[in-house]
């Protein structure tokens, strides 16, 4: 059982000198393999994403500027789910601004000042930022801070920040893969996968060969829906998910390790709110001890297999815990 790995996110406390891992440019059949594997939105791509900001060369300045048209998708994919469950037919002045973000098209558009200040006026509005908060991890964790500062992504010549290129949100289709060399001699393949329901057919294509799985699961999402089912909250999707993965006979040489997501989040929302025991109603803990919450969750998911597993909670926007969590992965595959 690993330790929980919390702590606050600072880019300045990275020493990449003292970090193991650098990129590498080849592969081979002697690569240990580690899949990320999990349901969408869950921070298997922000890990890896993560990862490479963390080494030395890890993305070029031309890689990093197309982060900006992912950030401008970002914040007007956001706005337009928001809208369709906020009610504007009451207020005629909005009519007009609702049209056209509704018809922007979300890539390859004109990220103009008008639009910026068209889609900052709608989430003015209070009912947007209510409704906000029933879209889940998958674009609400970071974009209301790229929306509050949309006017610098007007400039086509902006270079995202490390930060601002953690934060962006890319779904992930089929799969990709990063290759990293451990302590300059141990050659490390991470496979990152699409999460979505339609992509996890693909998912067995990778799984011969494989040494680990971290399995990701954001705690922050544990009452919300998913995106493709209303009908279906996310956390029984994942514990379906999981036990699925888990048992297949493909991965039975496979080490799994269970890695909780958004903790700092799921935290806020424990201390703030009552969502928790809303939605667990069985639980008899205590309703504002995130640990004691969390513990709850971790439970359901060891009594849903026989099979042995390690876990841990992590911030994936902290570099430090993911250091932590690549380090410890590494170690299970020398």
Known sequence: MH?????????????????????????????????????????????????????KGGFSRQEKSIFLDII?????????????????????????????????????????????????????????????????????????????????????????????????????????????????SLSIRFFDVGGARSERFKWKSIYPNAKLVLFFFSLYDFDHVMFEDENTTRIDDAKALFVETINDESLSGCDFHLVFTHYDRFEQRILFSDDFTKFFTNYTGNPKDPKECFSHIMNIFASITTKGFIFSTTNLLDAMDVQDLATKAAEMVK
């Not at 919390?6 to 990449?16: A, L, R, T």
């Not at 009610?87 to 098209?105: A, G, H, P, W």
């Not at 290129?165 to 992930?172: E, G, K, L, M, V």
Request: charged fraction near 25%.
């Open 72 to 184: 401008r998708e970002n914040i007007i994919s956001f706005t337009q789910q928001v809208m369709q469950k906020v009610d504007f037919s009451k207020n005629r002045q909005l009519q007009s601004i609702v049209s056209q973000v509704m018809e922007t098209e979300a890539l390859n558009t004109d990220f103009s000042h008008k639009l910026v200040s068209d889609i900052q006026y709608l989430w003015s509005n209070p009912d947007m930022k209510q409704k906000s908060k029933s879209i889940g991890t998958d674009l609400f964790t970071n974009t209301p801070a790229f929306i509050t500062r949309a006017s610098i992504y007007t400039d086509c010549e902006y270079i995202p920040s490390d930060i601002e290129i953690a934060q962006a949100r890319i779904r992930t289709t089929g799969y990709n893969h990063s290759c990293f060399k451990y302590e300059s």
């Open 3 to 55: 330790e929980n790995l919390i702590s606050d996110f600072n880019m300045d406390e990275i020493v990449e000198d003292d970090f193991p891992f650098v990129i590498s440019a080849s592969e081979s059949e002697s690569d240990k393999h580690i899949l990320l594997l999990g349901p969408s939105g869950s921070g298997k791509t922000t890990f890896l994403r993560q990862l490479r900001l963390n080494v």
